[in-house]
Each structure stands twice: as structure tokens, then as C-alpha cells.
């Protein structure tokens, strides 16, 4: 199957790219879902977005995840200061290197300047 091109309709491009990008109004339909599944865990809307944020850093997740994840945080009442909480916090699960994969995308999710030192 490697290899085989399928036909992709313009619809369907159109809705991979807005993901790829990050762009929330694509995913009203796993909002809905999100609230559900928010109010089935018994956490609050601040507890579940730094959970959510903790499971990103865990699984390494790409930086369009933090893009979204950050921005519904904030807007959750979680703070930038619970943001580095977090990192702290989840540190000797995950490993530094999963936290320092994770510190420049949720840098960026805060529209945060990157050290001049990166090499990016």
C-alpha cells in the first residue's frame, strides 16, 4: 500500500490542512465530544485542560497539538505559571527529554519569543 496515491477531494484537503494548522473551528463536532468526556471525568474545565496538557507532553505530541491544547487552557483559567507547573510535575514520568521537546512548542502556544540560543 506504501507508495499508492488515493484521490483526495477538496473537502476533505481543505479539513486535513486546517488540522495540520491547528485551527480549532474545524473540530466543533470533537468539542461536543470534548465536553462530554470532560463532564464523564468528574474534573473541573481547569483540571482537565492541565491534564490534557500533561498527556500532550507525555506522548510527545506535534506542535499544532500545544497550539490548541495552550489556547483552550487559557482559556480554562489555567495560567502560564500552571503551564511550567505542569512540566515540573510531569518531569520524572516522562523523562527531561520529553519535557524539553515540549518547552519551546508551549513557548510558542504562549506567543512566547524562543531563546536566540535555538538552532531552529
Same mark, same amino acid.
Given at each position: *500500500?506504501?507508495?499508492?496515491?488515493?484521490?483526495?477531494?477538496?473537502?476533505?484537503? $481543505?479539513?486535513?490542512?486546517? +488540522?495540520?494548522?491547528?485551527? !480549532?473551528? &474545524? +473540530?466543533?463536532? =470533537?468539542?461536543?465530544?470534548?465536553?462530554?468526556? @470532560?463532564?464523564?471525568?468528574?474534573?473541573?474545565?481547569?483540571?482537565? %485542560?492541565? #491534564?490534557?496538557?500533561?498527556?500532550?507532553?507525555?506522548?510527545?505530541?506535534?506542535?499544532?497539538?500545544? *497550539?490548541? $491544547? &495552550?489556547?483552550?487552557?487559557?482559556?480554562?483559567? &489555567?495560567?502560564?505559571?500552571?503551564? +511550567?507547573?505542569?512540566? %515540573? %510535575? &510531569? =518531569?520524572? $514520568?516522562?523523562? *527531561?527529554? @520529553? #519535557?524539553? =521537546?515540549? !518547552?519551546?512548542?508551549?513557548?510558542?502556544? +504562549?506567543?512566547?519569543?524562543?531563546?536566540?540560543? *535555538?538552532?531552529?
Amino acid at each position: *500500500m506504501a507508495g499508492t496515491k488515493v484521490a483526495v477531494d477538496e473537502s476533505t484537503t $481543505q479539513m486535513f490542512t486546517a +488540522l495540520a494548522l491547528g485551527k !480549532a473551528e &474545524v +473540530l466543533n463536532e =470533537a468539542s461536543d465530544l470534548r465536553g462530554m468526556l @470532560r463532564e464523564s471525568s468528574g474534573l473541573g474545565p481547569r483540571t482537565f %485542560a492541565m #491534564v490534557k496538557i500533561a498527556a500532550l507532553i507525555a506522548i510527545d505530541a506535534p506542535p499544532a497539538s500545544y *497550539m490548541w $491544547q &495552550v489556547s483552550e487552557a487559557l482559556d480554562a483559567g &489555567v495560567t502560564p505559571r500552571d503551564i +511550567l507547573g505542569i512540566l %515540573a %510535575a &510531569v =518531569a520524572p $514520568q516522562v523523562g *527531561m527529554p @520529553r #519535557v524539553l =521537546a515540549a !518547552a519551546p512548542e508551549i513557548m510558542v502556544a +504562549l506567543d512566547l519569543a524562543l531563546p536566540d540560543e *535555538m538552532d531552529i
